[in-house]
Structures are given as structure tokens and as C-alpha cells.
């Protein structure tokens, strides 16, 4: 396998050496204040070959199995690790320069711009969260990236990786090393850097404004370093610091810290008790969204649940992968909760600051290519009602005050309150060499990008699993390992948990559903909620302010062929719901009988229960 590898990325790499040009760096100029940024997709064509962004996993493999005299097998990785120090380095490039990792880290979130750099009414960031945007802001995101990455010298064919979190290798070992390994040694020049991928310093001091002048959360000083999991990166207070700092100290060893977050990865990927239980089973589920407007977005798709449970959203996963790096142990397994945690990648304001931000994004943008493969979205998407939840920075599309169980994101940096949002909404601040906007119908079709920017995604582990077929097809089923029972749909029971108001909480937090079936409580239902700590009084915070969870029980017999083995009556089950939080409160609703209120549904028939939980 590792041959086969190796003389694959030799020769895509002799192909890409061909498309280098010297404008690799064209429209990078810095900008002065209150201009676009000149990145993304050019207006001329280019008849360049489709570039190839490769899977991690690959990349590291083949880098591991490289050997003398050449080591070229190490080349592709090396490449990356490169460009990476380029543009991370604040002696190469400035911070103030559109190609420098700082500049394009805060675009995502701090430092905050424009009026969300004071008001939590608005969302200082570029980022799109909780509506329709969301995987196509982050799609012209990274072609944004690789064109700074592209810029370092010798770099110029380099493409960003995507970690495969689906992937065997990513259930059996967590994160790749490269992203964890505090050096990383050259193979063909037998030169060791301190690894730029593992930890970002932040050359410059944060200053959060948009709490009160005491409280600046997320301010930090000069060349503070990203942390993950276990760590803590609040410094914002002279308590946040003081706590930071105990809790840090307790874990000391670096490489330990490492296997404490490979393990939580594991976790939360293959922990498999029923359907959407493990972020691996929602990454498969979200394939099968009826349309993008639903498979987008995490407000979509909680509209949707109302009368199709089983729907998942792409944003959903996602989000639960973040709170893996960044904040959360998953359902207290294995190492337990860990309090105090608070990670970068689990805190929206700054995620976009450390590196692994764009290995997990690049394997959303591949997800998101393998729904469009499957859906026959490649050069259009389906958005059957325009005016449907998600589909506005807020929702209803008015000024604040806004409706706190109905407000979205709220307008992030160059929106309005009443933008619909959709394929031909502008994508900030990423302009075209016409001087207009990137917008989402721009770059839908990735492998027929223009300006020698089209590219395609390298095997990966969903490649399989996606056809026309949709996944719940028997067909699927066998793809995945897994067998349909024969017989007629079962019965399932669904477990709603509404009316948890994320302003209750500081920061992210988790929704955990547990089933106490035949005497032993089981995990049935997980929702990662990718938030912020000033989520009082903000209309614009990255979901709506109401969350919602999901559970699928099946109690007739199971959706698979495993767990359950014989039929169970509703009145057997009980419900338990407990939230995670910063704050180690967790909320306990339990017992709950179920309900025989009876739906019928595809592929198979629910039971609805509504748990009002409240957060007080």
C-alpha cells in the first residue's frame, strides 16, 4: 500500500511542479484599512490541470515509510509543513500581510472588525455558523489558505490536507502526528523545526471588547500559544489567568496531554451505541440530507427534525469535533470530564487560530463534495424554499431585539440584518480580480474553479459509502459493515430535548442523551454546542440561542443488526439528559417514561417524546 502511495504522490507531484506560476502571490498586497482582500478565485479562465488535495492520513504514512538516499516519499508532507512555517512566521511574513497566518486566522473570528468589534449584536468575524453559508464561506476560506500557502518559496503546487476523521486510522489513533508532534524533522535535509502545526503563537495581544470593560474574555498577550485539549487558553482576566494557570499545571507533559486528546478523538468518533451516537455514524447520516439548504446548517436541520428525525446536518459533526480538540471528553468515557478545559479549537472566537482548524475544515469541504457527489448537486444546490430557517442572519429576518428562540448568527462583518442568504449572497471579504465578491455559486463546481484554482479531493474514507442510493440503502448498509434486518422498518422511539437556551451557559458546552434500557444506561443521542462566553444579551452567537438534541431509539428491533436484541415496550425506557458545561454543571432530568404517541416515518416508524429542559 505504501509503494502504491508512494508512486502515486511522486507523480501527482511532477504534474503539480508544471501548473507553479509566479503570481502565486498576485492580489496579496496588504490592504489598507476598510478594503477587500484580493484572494480566491480570479475572473480569467486557466487551463491548469485539477490540483489534488490529499488525504492526511496518506500523507503521513507515506512520510513515515520514506527511506534513503532521497526520502522522496517525504516530499509531499514536507511540502505542506513548509509552507505552513512560512506563513506562520511573523520573521517571513508579516502580520499585517493578507498571506500571514494571523491575518488569515482573524478572519474567521478575533480580532474582531466593524460594528462586532464592540456590539454583541453582531458577529465580528467573517465566519458563517447556523445558516446557509456555512460550507460554502468556508470552502472559499480555505481556497484562501492555500493561496497564502502557495506563496512560500518552493511551494507553489502545495495543497492543504485534509484530516480523515472518518478514516480506520483516525478511530484507531486520534489526530495525525504531524499535528501533535511538538518537532518535525526534514527527512531530506535532515533538518528538525519546532512544528508550526501543532500550536500557533499569536504574535500580537487580543483585546476583546465586546464584554464589559472588565471582563475581556477573550483578550490575550503578545505571543500567546494555542492550546487543545486538556489545556486552557483563557487569560482574558487576572482570575482567568490564575485559574489557567492551576489547571494547566496539572497537565505538564506534553506528550501525555497527547494521548489524553487521541483517546478523547477515539472517543467521540466510535463510540457507537445507536444511530448518530458517534460523530463517525453523523458524518454518514449527514450524506443523506434531502437538500443543502437542510444538510448545511445546524438551524436547517433542527427545522427539519420536526418531521424527520433522522436528518443531520454537515455543521453538526462538525461542531462536535471542534469541542473534541478544543473542550469536552466524550459522554465523561474513558478519561472522564475534564473541568476547566478550554482549548482554542473549542472557543468560536479563536478556533480559527490554530492550525488543525483547517485539517478539520478541509474534511468538511471533502464531506461536503461527497453530498454534492451523491445528491447530483456538482453545479447547482438545491434550496427548495428560500425563506426557510437558516436562510437569514436572523431569523425572522429583522433588527434587533430579535426573537431569542428564533436569532441565528446575526450579521457577521459586511451583512445586514435582512441579507437572504443563498448561493449569490457575497462571501466576506473574499473578492474576484473584477473587484466584486466571491459567492457561493462561484465555487460549487471545485473541480471547474477558474484561475487554476479547481481542484478535487484524493481517496478518502467516505468514497465508498456515497451513492445515488442514498445510505440508507441496503446497498450502504453493506458498505458500511453493517446489515439492514430484512423484516418491516422497526419501531423506534425519538427523544426531543427543546428549550435549552444557550445564554445560560458560558462558552460550548454538550448535550448528552442516555437510555436506561433492561437496567443498563446507554448513550443514545450527543449534540456539540460550539459557542461563545458572551452569549448574554448577543443576537449574533454561532447557532440559534435555542438548542436542540435528537435521539433515535429503536425498540422493535434494531436499526442494525446490533444492540438491541428483542423487542422492548416504550414504558421500559428511561431518559436521562445531562449538559457539560465549562462550569461543571451538569443538569440531571431523569427518570422519563416514553410516550406512545405514534408517527409513521422513512425508513422506519417513531415514537415522539418532548423533554422541556430548562437550563435554570
Same mark, same amino acid.
Given at each position: 500500500r505504501v509503494s502504491r502511495l508512494h508512486s502515486l504522490f511522486l507523480g501527482i507531484v511532477s504534474i503539480m511542479s508544471q501548473q507553479t506560476s509566479g503570481a502565486a502571490s498576485k492580489g496579496l498586497a496588504v490592504p489598507p484599512p476598510e478594503t477587500k482582500i484580493h484572494t480566491v478565485v480570479p475572473v480569467s479562465g486557466?487551463?491548469?490541470?485539477?490540483?489534488?488535495?490529499?488525504?492526511?492520513?496518506?500523507?503521513?504514512?507515506?512520510?513515515?515509510?520514506?527511506?534513503?538516499?532521497?526520502?522522496?516519499?517525504?516530499?509531499?508532507?514536507?511540502?505542506?509543513? #513548509?509552507?505552513?512555517?512560512?506563513? !506562520?512566521?511573523?520573521?517571513?511574513?508579516?502580520?499585517?500581510? *493578507? #498571506?500571514?497566518?494571523?491575518?488569515? @486566522?482573524?478572519?474567521?473570528?478575533?480580532?474582531?472588525?466593524?460594528?462586532?468589534? !464592540?456590539?454583541?449584536?453582531?458577529?465580528?468575524?467573517? &465566519?458563517?455558523?447556523?445558516?446557509?453559508?456555512?460550507?460554502?464561506?468556508?470552502?472559499?476560506?480555505?481556497?484562501?489558505?492555500?493561496?497564502?500557502?502557495?506563496?512560500?518559496?518552493? &511551494?507553489?503546487?502545495?495543497?492543504?490536507?485534509?484530516?480523515?476523521? +472518518?478514516?480506520?486510522?483516525?478511530?484507531?489513533?486520534?489526530?495525525?502526528?504531524?499535528?501533535?508532534?511538538?518537532?518535525?524533522?526534514?527527512?531530506?535535509?535532515?533538518? +528538525?523545526?519546532?512544528?508550526?502545526?501543532?500550536?500557533?503563537?499569536?504574535? /500580537?495581544?487580543?483585546?476583546?471588547?465586546?464584554?464589559?470593560?472588565?471582563?475581556?474574555?477573550?483578550?490575550? *498577550?503578545?505571543?500567546?500559544?494555542?492550546?487543545?485539549?486538556?489545556?486552557?487558553?483563557? /487569560?482574558?482576566?487576572?482570575?482567568?489567568?490564575?485559574?489557567?494557570?492551576?489547571?494547566?499545571?496539572?497537565?505538564?507533559?506534553?506528550?501525555?496531554? /497527547?494521548?489524553?486528546? %487521541?483517546?478523547?478523538?477515539?472517543?467521540?468518533?466510535? !463510540?457507537?451505541?445507536? #444511530?448518530?451516537?458517534?460523530?463517525?455514524?453523523?458524518?454518514?447520516? &449527514?450524506?443523506?440530507?434531502? %437538500?443543502?439548504?437542510?444538510?448545511?446548517?445546524? +438551524?436547517?436541520?433542527?427545522?427539519?427534525?420536526? !418531521?424527520? *428525525?433522522?436528518?443531520?446536518?454537515?455543521?453538526?459533526?462538525?461542531?462536535?469535533?471542534?469541542?473534541?480538540?478544543?473542550?469536552?471528553?466524550? @459522554?465523561?468515557?474513558?478519561?472522564?470530564?475534564?473541568?476547566?478545559?478550554?482549548?482554542?479549537?473549542?472557543?468560536?472566537?479563536?478556533?480559527?487560530?490554530d492550525p488543525i482548524f483547517y485539517f478539520h475544515h478541509c474534511f468538511i469541504d471533502y464531506v461536503f463534495w461527497k453530498w454534492q457527489l451523491a445528491h447530483n448537486n456538482t453545479t447547482h444546490l438545491d434550496m427548495p424554499d428560500p425563506n426557510y430557517p437558516g436562510t437569514t442572519p436572523s431569523?425572522?429576518? +429583522?433588527? *434587533?431585539?430579535?426573537?431569542?428562540?428564533?436569532?441565528?448568527?446575526?450579521?457577521?462583518?459586511g451583512q445586514g440584518w435582512e441579507d437572504q442568504l443563498g448561493v449569490n449572497s457575497p462571501l466576506y471579504p473574499f473578492i474576484k480580480d473584477d473587484n466584486t465578491y466571491i459567492t457561493g455559486a462561484d465555487i460549487i463546481d471545485i473541480p471547474n474553479l477558474t484561475g487554476g484554482r479547481a481542484y478535487t479531493y484524493g481517496p478518502g474514507s467516505l468514497d465508498g459509502i456515497v451513492s445515488p442510493d442514498r445510505v440508507f440503502a441496503p446497498a450502504s448498509f453493506a458498505a458500511r459493515g453493517l446489515a439492514l434486518a430484512p423484516s418491516a422498518p422497526p419501531v423506534a422511539q425519538v427523544v426531543r430535548v427543546t428549550g435549552v437556551n444557550r445564554a445560560a451557559f458560558k462558552g460550548s458546552f454538550v448535550i448528552n442523551i442516555y437510555a436506561t434500557i433492561d437496567g443498563k444506561e446507554t448513550l443514545v443521542g450527543t449534540e456539540g454546542v460550539l459557542s461563545r462566553r458572551n452569549v448574554q444579551g448577543c443576537a449574533n452567537c454561532q447557532n440559534h440561542l435555542e438548542v436542540t438534541a435528537t435521539a433515535v431509539i429503536p425498540t422493535e428491533r434494531p436499526l442494525y443488526t446490533w444492540p438491541l436484541k428483542k423487542a422492548i415496550h416504550p414504558s421500559a425506557i428511561k431518559v436521562d439528559v445531562r449538559i457539560d458545561s465549562h462550569e461543571a454543571q451538569i443538569y440531571n432530568h431523569s427518570p422519563f417514561a416514553m410516550m406512545a404517541n405514534i408517527v409513521k416515518g422513512e425508513p422506519f416508524q417513531v415514537q415522539f417524546e418532548t423533554i422541556r429542559l430548562s437550563a435554570q
Open positions: 486557466s487551463s491548469a490541470p485539477v490540483r489534488v488535495r490529499y488525504n492526511l492520513w496518506d500523507l503521513q504514512h507515506q512520510y513515515d515509510a520514506a527511506k534513503g538516499p532521497d526520502f522522496a516519499g517525504a516530499i509531499p508532507l514536507e511540502k505542506v509543513v #513548509r509552507a505552513w512555517a512560512y506563513i !506562520t512566521d511573523p520573521a517571513k511574513v508579516d502580520p499585517k500581510d *493578507p #498571506r500571514s497566518f494571523f491575518t488569515i @486566522g482573524g478572519y474567521h473570528g478575533e480580532p474582531f472588525r466593524g460594528p462586532g468589534e !464592540t456590539d454583541k449584536n453582531y458577529w465580528g468575524g467573517y &465566519c458563517a455558523h447556523g445558516n446557509v453559508l456555512f460550507p460554502l464561506w468556508h470552502r472559499a476560506y480555505l481556497l484562501n489558505l492555500e493561496k497564502a500557502l502557495q506563496s512560500a518559496p518552493g &511551494c507553489e503546487d502545495v495543497m492543504q490536507p485534509f484530516w480523515d476523521e +472518518t478514516s480506520t486510522d483516525s478511530a484507531n489513533l486520534g489526530i495525525p502526528p504531524v499535528l501533535t508532534s511538538q518537532t518535525f524533522t526534514f527527512k531530506t535535509t535532515n533538518e +528538525t523545526i519546532t512544528n508550526p502545526l501543532v500550536s500557533y503563537q499569536i504574535p /500580537v495581544a487580543l483585546v476583546d471588547q465586546t464584554n464589559t470593560p472588565n471582563v475581556p474574555v477573550y483578550s490575550t *498577550p503578545p505571543k500567546h500559544n494555542t492550546v487543545r485539549f486538556p489545556l486552557s487558553t483563557l /487569560v482574558g482576566t487576572p482570575q482567568d489567568q490564575k485559574n489557567t494557570e492551576i489547571h494547566n499545571a496539572q497537565y505538564p507533559d506534553h506528550d501525555a496531554n /497527547v494521548q489524553m486528546l %487521541n483517546q478523547n478523538i477515539r472517543n467521540w468518533l466510535t !463510540t457507537t451505541m445507536y #444511530r448518530n451516537a458517534s460523530v463517525h455514524d453523523a458524518f454518514i447520516s &449527514c450524506l443523506d440530507a434531502p %437538500n443543502y439548504t437542510v444538510f448545511s446548517n445546524t +438551524t436547517s436541520a433542527a427545522e427539519a427534525k420536526k !418531521t424527520d *428525525p433522522k436528518v443531520t446536518s454537515l455543521e453538526s459533526p462538525h461542531n462536535s469535533m471542534h469541542l473534541a480538540v478544543g473542550s469536552y471528553s466524550y @459522554g465523561g468515557q474513558t478519561i472522564g470530564p475534564v473541568i476547566g478545559a478550554n482549548g482554542d479549537m473549542g472557543e468560536n472566537n479563536t478556533a480559527g487560530l431569523y425572522p429576518a +429583522t433588527a *434587533p431585539p430579535l426573537d431569542p428562540n428564533k436569532s441565528v448568527q446575526g450579521p457577521a462583518e
